[in-house]
C-alpha cells in the first residue's frame, strides 16, 4: 500500500496496516484468548523493568550483532521473526516475501507448519533466514513426520516443537467471527503429507473440540494431539531426524529441566502470543526462572509482545540469546509486502541501536542484569 506518513515505531506500523485488513483477519491476528490479560501482560510486563543508563562510555561506535552464532551463522543482530501462520492473508507474497526480507537483512526466520507459501519456496526466498520449522505433533503421526522430513530435506536447521497447544485457546474473537482461512488460499505444507484432511481446531466440529469433550477420534486423524510428553515425544522426534530438537512454549523452571533432561538442543520461552492460557505469565516475566534452570546449558530464545528496542535490550538482560518477533512482521507486510517487513526490522534494529548507545553498552555481551531494575511487583511462587 501507498506510503502516507513517516512511520518511525511499530506501533506506527501497526496503526498504519491494520486498518486496511478485514475483520476476521485482522482479529486473528491482533486478539488472543479469553479476556486477553496474557497478551496485554506480554507488553505491559516490559513497563516494570528500567534501565540503568550509564554515561562516558564511549559509545562512538555500537554492535548489535549478536553474542553468539545461531546455526553457524552471525546475523546481522540478536532478532529474529517468529513463526506465525497465513501470511498471505496480510499479501500475496505471503511467507516467501517475508523470507525474501529476512534474507536481505540478514535476520532468521521460523515457518509456521500452517504457512500458506510451501516450506521449499520459502526456503528458496530465503535460504540463510528460514531456519526454523515449526511444528505440531498430530494423532496421526505419520502426518507430523512427512511434515519434519519435508522440512529436513529443504535444508531447514530445527524443529521448534510447539508444547503449549494440548488444545486451542477460547479466542472469543475468532470463534464470534466464524474464522476460516480465505478459499483461495490453503496450508500448502500439508499437500503430499497425508490422505486425511487436516483438522481446523476453531471450527466448532473440529475433532479437537470433540476429543476436549471426551469423544473418541479416529487413530488417523490430523488433530494435535494432547497426549505429547517428555518420555516419548522428544525421543521419537530424535529417530526421525537430524534436525536440531528446540521446544517452543516453555514458561517454567520445571518444564525447562523436563526439556534439558530429554535432550532438547534448545528452549524457547513463548505464551503463544496470549493465544493460549490466559491470566498466565508474560514472557518477559518467566524468562528469568527458564534462564537460570537452563544454567546455560542450552540457548534459550524468547517472544511475546516484544515491540521496541529497549524491550530487546531488556530480554537480553535477562539471559535471552535471541529475541523473537511475530506480528509486527504481519504489519510490515500488510503494510508494504516484502518492504514493509524490512521497514519493520529496520525500526527495531535502530532502536535498539540507540537503546545500548544511551545505556552505554557498546556490544550486545554487555548487556546483562546489572542494566536493568525492577520498579514493579514481584514474581513471587506461591
Keep these: 500500500m501507498p506510503i502516507t506518513q513517516k512511520i518511525l515505531s511499530l506501533s506506527d506500523l501497526e496503526a498504519a496496516a491494520m486498518p486496511?485488513?478485514?475483520?476476521a483477519p485482522r482479529d486473528y491476528w491482533e486478539t488472543g484468548s479469553n479476556d486477553l490479560l496474557t497478551l496485554a501482560e506480554n507488553q505491559n510486563a516490559f513497563n516494570y523493568l528500567k534501565i540503568r543508563a550509564r554515561a562516558m562510555r564511549g559509545v562512538g561506535t555500537i554492535d548489535i550483532s549478536p553474542k553468539?552464532?545461531?546455526?553457524?551463522?552471525k546475523f546481522r543482530a540478536p532478532i529474529g521473526v517468529a513463526p506465525s501462520a497465513y501470511h498471505q492473508m496480510a499479501d500475496d507474497s505471503g511467507e516467501c516475501g517475508t523470507a525474501a526480507a529476512c534474507?536481505?537483512?540478514?535476520?532468521?526466520?521460523?515457518?509456521?507448519?500452517?504457512?500458506n507459501k510451501p516450506l521449499e519456496e520459502v526456503r528458496e526466498a530465503g535460504p540463510d533466514a528460514a531456519l526454523f520449522f515449526q511444528l505440531y505433533v498430530f494423532k496421526n503421526k505419520k502426518t507430523s513426520e512427512n511434515l519434519v522430513k519435508k522440512a529436513e530435506k529443504a535444508g531447514f536447521k530445527a524443529i521448534a516443537l510447539t508444547v503449549d497447544t494440548p488444545y486451542l485457546g477460547n479466542r472469543y474473537a475468532d470463534v464470534r467471527n466464524n474464522f476460516k482461512l480465505p478459499?483461495?488460499?490453503?496450508?500448502?505444507?500439508?499437500?503430499?503429507?497425508?490422505d486425511q484432511p487436516i483438522d481446523n481446531a476453531a471450527e466448532a466440529?473440529?475433532?479437537?473440540?470433540k476429543i476436549f469433550n471426551g469423544e473418541e477420534c479416529p487413530p488417523d486423524a490430523?488433530?494435535?494431539d494432547p497426549d505429547i510428553n517428555w518420555a516419548e515425544t522428544i525421543p521419537w522426534l530424535r529417530s526421525i531426524t537430524n534436525m536440531q530438537i528446540w521446544v517452543k512454549g516453555v514458561v517454567t523452571a520445571e518444564d525447562t529441566h523436563a526439556a534439558i533432561e530429554a535432550g532438547v538442543d534448545g528452549i524457547w520461552v513463548s505464551n503463544h502470543g496470549g493465544r493460549q492460557l490466559d491470566s498466565g505469565l508474560a514472557t518477559i516475566d518467566a524468562l528469568p526462572e527458564v534462564v537460570e534452570a537452563a544454567a546455560g546449558r542450552v540457548p534459550i530464545h524468547i517472544d511475546g509482545g516484544i515491540r521496541r528496542g529497549g524491550d530487546v535490550f531488556k530480554c537480553l538482560a535477562l539471559g535471552a540469546?535471541?529475541?523473537?518477533?511475530g506480528r509486527p512482521a504481519i504489519w510490515g507486510l500488510k503494510y508494504d509486502g516484502q518492504a514493509g517487513v524490512e521497514l519493520m526490522e529496520q525500526i527495531i534494529e535502530d532502536d535498539l541501536k540507540l537503546t545500548m548507545a544511551l545505556a552505554g553498552t557498546k556490544t550486545v555481551a554487555e548487556i546483562n542484569r546489572s542494566c536493568l531494575v525492577r520498579i514493579g511487583p514481584a514474581i513471587v511462587k506461591l
Design 183 to 194: 478459499s483461495h488460499l490453503s496450508a500448502r505444507n500439508f499437500e503430499g503429507t497425508t
Design 222 to 224: 490430523n488433530v494435535v
Design 103 to 115: 534474507q536481505a537483512r540478514n535476520w532468521p526466520m521460523g515457518l509456521s507448519s500452517f504457512s
Design 68 to 73: 553468539v552464532e545461531l546455526f553457524g551463522r
Design 20 to 23: 486496511y485488513a478485514e475483520k
Design 205 to 209: 466440529d473440529s475433532w479437537a473440540r
Design 321 to 325: 540469546d535471541f529475541v523473537w518477533l
